[in-house]
């Protein structure tokens, strides 16, 4: 992609989650979840680990992990995200966290300095998916865990159409969101052993949702037409209800990166 793709790119997530830092901090979708809990377990007993928090967003796994940790580097796009993590950190106690600004896809970190890989709801963010998994493996310590936590693709193409279109009229710096399958191949072309794959049903309660994002009206009004207008299996596959709330599908990837 061409530099002035970059800048723009970089623009929209900005215009998207700075001014909503705070609320992404507040969101109980992204504090919450038994995928967090995982992400808590994996490190518990790893006190001298080096970890990378890839598109911290609001900074859920940071705070929850930090404790348990040396380190944790929270990196997002956004500045206003690291400002309020940084700020939160701080309240928390927490000392061993530091903020680092940057692109997933071009990570300012020397090869092999991290123990783990963490990233939650981010990877639908990045403009060049494959990009970043190459570097997430590339700052991942020889034998280091790789783990990424995200909705994803139902991955029929009625579905799949569906979903995606609900994703970028509700937050328009949305990418994709990739099946399984896209995944754990995509994860073997960055060099990294697919190693557990758990699955999530995530219920979103429709206002929220669109709050948390500040959709305009308009926007908001299409995606209730659409929810409206598709075949009923869409509508019971994704459990929409009659004020909009739906459910969506959730993974957790874990990943090794094997010793040459």
Not at 156 to 165: A, E, F, G, I, S
Not at 198 to 210: A, E, G, I, K, P
Not at 227 to 250: K, L, N
Request: glycine share 6%; proline share 5%; net charge negative.
């Amino acid at each position: 992609m061409t530099e002035t793709g970059d800048k723009s790119q970089e623009a929209l997530v900005g215009s998207q989650f700075g001014p909503r830092a705070e609320a992404h901090l507040q969101s109980a979708v992204h504090a919450q979840g038994a995928d967090l809990e995982a992400l808590v377990a994996l490190t518990r007993d790893r006190p001298e680990a080096h970890v990378l928090d890839l598109g911290c967003g609001g900074g859920h796994v940071t705070f929850n992990v930090a404790p348990h940790v040396r380190e944790v580097v929270a990196y997002d796009l956004a500045p206003e995200m690291l400002e309020v993590v940084a700020a939160a950190a701080k309240t928390q106690g927490l000392g061993n966290v530091e903020t680092k600004q940057g692109f997933a896809e071009r990570l300012s970190f020397a090869d092999e300095s991290f123990d783990f890989v963490l990233s939650r709801f981010s990877a639908h963010h990045w403009r060049d998916f494959e990009a970043g998994l190459r570097e997430a493996a590339r700052v991942l310590k020889l034998s280091g865990t790789a783990v990424f936590v995200d909705s994803i693709s139902p991955g029929t193409p009625l579905l799949d159409t569906y979903y995606q279109t609900t994703e970028l009229l509700r937050d328009c710096s949305h990418v994709r969101n990739y099946s399984r399958a896209e995944w754990e191949a995509a994860m073997a072309r960055a060099g990294l052993i697919p190693d557990a794959t758990s699955h999530y049903r995530l219920r979103l309660d429709f206002t929220s949702w669109v709050q948390r994002m500040a959709t305009p009206k308009v926007q908001v009004d299409a995606i209730r037409a659409l929810q409206a207008a598709v075949p009923p299996r869409v509508a019971r596959y994704f459990e929409t209800e009659p004020d909009g709330s739906f459910c969506i599908d959730v993974a957790l990837f874990r990943a090794l990166k094997p010793r040459l």
